[in-house]
């Protein structure tokens, strides 16, 4: 059966750490295994095993073929920089920066993702991550009732979402600005429920709803 670029990669469940990762780094790109493999000089079949496998572990030739071809690195295919801060690496010698459009700002803010939420506290301003949604045209997350994201109740807040290539030494971010609100309508949590892509990774009982009307959007990208 031939594959298809994003329902399959969505579908499939990789196993182990380098499993997930090179499944995840395919769906980021839209590639499909096969088209992977061809990019990486491999048999599809045995990136197939490489993903499903825990126990995989290819050579150093084969990480910096697959490396190369996912436009990433090998320490990030391996998991070596999980406690790393992003962009190490040193600038690009000819990068160029530039600013993105209302709809590019869209589009990279996705339906999901972790986003950075900047509110103010009685201490002053603090950012902290959260698992956050857009449904509606909305950035959806949920928290916890006291904790720290749920002071963005009736306040200007910031929300800003990145992605850096340290291989290339190249990223985009998206600023947004807007007023947080608490959801207080029990059929929009039920459809914010529905549409959620996931729980937040931290855990515990977050039983509040909140929303962020943009209104203003920014991005910036640099490329190479």
Avoid at 32 to 43: K, L, V
Wanted: aromatic share 4%; charged share 20%; with cysteine.
């Amino acid at each position: 059966m031939t594959e298809q670029t994003s329902a399959h990669v969505a579908t499939e469940a990789p196993l182990g750490d380098l499993g997930r990762r090179l499944a995840t780094q395919r769906a980021r790109l839209g590639l499909t295994r096969r088209q992977t493999a061809a990019r990486a000089g491999m048999a599809a079949g045995y990136l197939r095993y490489l993903e499903e496998h825990p126990g995989a572990a290819p050579g150093s030739g084969v990480l910096h073929r697959l490396a190369e071809a996912l436009e990433t690195t090998v320490t990030e295919l391996t998991g070596g920089a999980v406690d790393v801060s992003p962009g190490p690496g040193r600038a690009a010698r000819d990068p160029r920066f530039t600013e993105l459009s209302a709809v590019e700002c869209q589009a990279l803010l996705g339906s999901h993702g972790v986003g950075r939420l900047a509110v103010s506290t009685s201490s002053g301003p603090e950012i902290v991550p959260v698992n956050y949604s857009v449904v509606d045209g909305a950035i959806v997350f949920r928290t916890a009732t006291g904790a720290t994201p749920a002071l963005a109740d009736g306040r200007q807040v910031a929300f800003e979402v990145d992605r850096i290539d340290d291989a290339f030494s190249q990223g985009w971010s998206v600023l947004v600005h807007g007023v947080g609100r608490v959801v207080l309508n029990p059929r929009q949590q039920r459809r914010y429920d529905e549409k959620a892509h996931s729980k937040p990774w931290a855990g515990g009982h977050r039983e509040r709803w909140m929303r962020i009307d943009s209104g203003m959007v920014t991005g910036r990208r640099i490329t190479v």
